[in-house]
């Protein structure tokens, strides 16, 4: 006697395999590519930052660092 269920129990098929249509569908190949691009480029992201590579980032990187004005001093 097998343990397996019974799904069709009225053709009297007793394999145990659910028939395609109580299967939910199955997610696509390009869903499961993108999402491991993803995942990748996420991953990179922290890994640079963590170690510290590419520099500092931000709205003043490009800013001289002096502009050859103190602050604090009004100009005429």
């Keep these: ?8 129990s009225d053709t009297g098929d007793d ?3 659910r028939p395609n249509e109580d ?4 997610t696509p190949r390009w ?3 993108v999402g491991i691009i993803v995942l990748v480029l996420v991953m ?4 640079m ?5 590419g520099g500092n980032h931000g709205p003043m990187r ?7 004005i103190e ?3 009004k100009q005429p």
């Design 62 to 68: 490009h800013m001289q660092s002096s502009s050859g």
């Design 15 to 17: 394999t145990g395999v």
């Design 1 to 8: 006697m097998s343990k397996l269920p019974n799904f069709n």
């Design 44 to 47: 990179l992201f922290v890994i």
């Design 23 to 26: 299967r939910p569908p199955s």
């Design 31 to 33: 869903v499961k590519v």
């Design 49 to 53: 930052k963590l170690a510290g590579v």
């Design 71 to 73: 602050q604090g001093v």
